[in-house]
């Protein structure tokens, strides 16, 4: 069975501060993949990034970074100099490839990131 | 326009009736998902579909059908609605093969009283 867990249900920070949304997932698959996707207040879903597990490599985009470490199962969100655009709930999703199973996606709880001005 | 299309955006309804939300896409994807969204839970799969002959429960299809009249249509019903299945739905759609990535609607909010 597959699980994702967000255990930061609220986080709120004044802008510019640094902020990091959790995630730990669990899978059986040896391939997998990881997702972020936000939801800002208009309530769309935006895709954020998508991360193969063969591959550990950090990314930055821009104030956006990603820290995947295999041998904790988490795949952390990290926002620097945040600001009050940044408000919205972050979900950490996983999916596994799978032949029979395709692309369904397991998502976390969520996370709502609240930045104040 | 939007490549992934959901109507109606939001709708109340009572308990007993049936519902239909549908969904549109213009993205040429064979795949396409229903999710529904509670506050606290995430997103929960309820139906998914391969290609027009394939239809696949997710994980919480109770109280759930829907029909794939097309590639770029995909329709979920509430045959006799009730509150708990209050909630905002989302469709999506993915490419075959992929990896994992959907594509989303803009939502329809759900109310049954």
């Known amino acids: 069975a597959q699980k994702v867990t967000q255990a930061q249900t609220e986080i709120s920070v004044v802008e510019k501060e640094d902020v990091t949304l959790d995630c730990v997932y669990e899978?059986?698959?040896?391939?997998?993949?990881l997702f972020w996707y936000k939801q800002p207040p208009s309530g769309e879903l935006v895709f954020l990034i998508r991360?193969?597990?063969?591959?550990?490599q950090n990314e930055i985009s821009g104030r956006y970074s990603w820290n995947f470490q295999k041998s904790t199962s988490s795949f952390n969100f990290t926002i620097t100099a945040s600001q009050v655009v940044d408000s919205a709930v972050y979900f950490c999703?996983?999916?596994?490839?799978?032949?029979?199973?395709?692309?369904?996606?397991?998502f976390g709880e969520g996370t709502q990131l609240t930045v104040n001005p | 326009d939007a490549d992934v299309t959901q109507t109606p955006r939001n709708r109340i309804t009572k308990t007993g009736k049936r519902i239909m939300l549908e969904c549109s896409q213009t993205?040429?994807?064979?795949?396409m998902y229903w999710y529904r969204q509670d506050p606290g839970l995430g997103l929960q799969l309820i139906y998914y579909?391969?290609?027009?002959?394939?239809?696949n429960k997710g994980e919480i299809s109770d109280g759930y059908s829907v029909s794939r009249q097309a590639q770029a249509k995909f329709s979920l019903s509430l045959e006799s609605a009730i509150p708990n299945q209050t909630a905002l739905y989302f469709c999506?759609?993915?490419?075959?093969?992929?990896?994992?990535?959907?594509?989303f609607g803009e939502g329809s909010r759900l109310t049954v009283l």
């Open positions: 999506a759609t993915s490419s075959a093969p992929n990896t994992g990535e959907l594509f």
């Open positions: 899978t059986r698959d040896t391939t997998y993949y």
């Open positions: 991360r193969n597990s063969f591959d550990e």
């Open positions: 999703a996983l999916s596994f490839k799978r032949e029979t199973s395709g692309s369904r996606l397991t």
């Open positions: 993205k040429g994807h064979d795949r």
């Open positions: 579909s391969f290609d027009v002959k394939d239809i």
